[in-house]
């Protein structure tokens, strides 16, 4: 397929570029010109350069965010929304999170519960979830099930062994551990689908009712939830060509085949967002780590301009924020905050080789990513379609270190 031009290469626009019916958009958080931000206005636009050479070669589509001191500098779309689709992406378009549903939703129904003083991380999961048994399974806690250290396997097939939500949440409850609590890190999707029962258990809610009225609500994030409905559907980038599961092209349902199985709804995967919604929460998360008041309800007057910030930041303590976005060092040596990730030593990561040691963020298998530096007070968003029309094309590795990098270099004080 030929390369599609760029479209939208634009800073701060947040009108979609194409035809489709309108979707649910959020007032934008506030826009500066790059240069009162900090950033080398050349430099900060070769970040969207860079993302639009990409088209056709790591991904169909993307829109890349960058931000610093709660306000949008760059938000660009390039390319079109799948392999048969040359619908021109933009800015609004909605992408399918897939693993950071983890960070977005999950882990912040967790910062939630524990500033309320419902969650202890350190109270062994059976407390809540009695059903979670087996050998060693009394010594798995929260913050196992956090740091991706509960001796839990990374993952089981699902879709192919349960019919349905109940029956997939039983066989994870009874999924032997393969090694000792906190001994091992192992990137671990059924920790987080028990970690969403603990959550479940606690609110009496299902994840996505409790997420939509808690954060998403009064965040005004307006274009993320799970199950979207049929009329968003062509606001969203299909993800893949299912030959595993359901056999046919995956587009405003998740991909995720055991999300899938479960209805749409887990704490590992299944939330949908857009650029503009993910800048609302960073700006929002970065403000919750240093506001020591927690007093932020409604539209309010912030150093950043007047933000809409809601409920959720009342209800999170800024010492529960910064201890979640702070790497864990369980077991030792690993890079792991709770629920969030931390830069790798090794220098090969997401983040690139230039985020400070306190920059925290996430991946999602779909091509998705998102990076804050508090240090910076800076924050790197990337949603792609990468998997479109197959999860075979792995560019994406290269491509969000690179992203990171060019928005840390655009920085000129």
């Known amino acids: 397929m030929s390369r599609l031009p760029n479209v939208g290469i634009a800073m701060a626009v947040l009108a979609a570029c194409h035809t489709s019916p309108p979707a649910p958009t959020s007032p934008p958080i506030p826009v500066a010109p790059a240069e009162s931000l900090g950033f080398d206005s050349t430099r900060l636009a070769a970040v969207a350069a860079f993302v639009a050479s990409q088209v056709d070669s790591a991904y169909p589509g993307a829109v890349v965010a960058v931000g610093r001191h709660g306000r949008l500098a760059l938000l660009s779309a390039a390319g079109h929304y799948g392999a048969d689709d040359p619908r021109p992406i933009g800015p609004t378009t909605i992408f399918d999170l897939a693993s950071l549903t983890k960070v977005i939703g999950l882990t912040t129904a967790c910062m939630i519960l524990v500033s309320e003083g419902k969650l202890d991380l350190d109270a062994p999961v059976q407390r809540y979830l009695p059903e979670f048994r087996g050998p060693m399974k009394e010594q798995v806690t929260i913050r196992h099930l956090l740091t991706h250290s509960s001796g839990l396997p990374a993952w089981r097939p699902l879709f192919r062994e349960a019919t349905d939500r109940p029956s997939a949440l039983a066989l994870v409850d009874t999924t032997p551990l393969d090694t000792a609590p906190g001994t091992r890190f192992v990137y671990s999707d059924l920790g987080a689908i028990t970690l969403m029962q603990v959550v479940e258990r606690i609110t009496g809610e299902r994840l996505d009712r409790y997420l939509a009225a ?3 609500a009064p965040l005004g994030m307006t274009a993320t939830r799970y199950l979207p409905p049929r009329e968003w559907r062509d606001r969203i980038a299909p993800t893949e060509i299912d030959t595993v599961f359901r056999h046919r092209l995956i587009r405003a349902e998740v991909h995720d085949e055991n999300a899938g199985r479960m209805g749409g709804v887990s704490g590992h995967a299944g939330l949908f967002s857009s650029a503009p919604d993910l800048a609302r929460f960073t ?14 309800h409604g539209m309010a007057e912030t150093p950043y301009g007047k933000m809409y910030l809601p409920t959720p930041c009342s209800i999170i303590r800024a010492e529960t924020a910064d201890l979640f976005t702070v790497r864990q060092n369980l077991p030792p040596g690993a890079t792991r905050a709770l629920g969030w990730d931390t830069p790798s030593d090794s220098g090969y990561s997401s983040a690139g080789t230039k985020l400070s040691r306190r920059s925290f963020g996430h991946t999602g298998f779909t091509g998705t990513s998102i990076w804050m530096d508090p240090d910076r007070d800076l924050f790197v968003i ?9 999860r075979a094309n792995t560019k994406i590795l290269q491509v969000r270190a690179m992203v990171a990098d060019l928005a840390a270099d655009a920085i000129e004080r």
């Open 214 to 216: 808690r954060v998403f």
């Open 283 to 296: 700006v929002w998360l970065m403000q919750v780590r240093t506001d020591t008041t927690s007093i932020c």
């Open 382 to 390: 990337l949603l792609t379609n990468r998997v479109n029309p197959t």
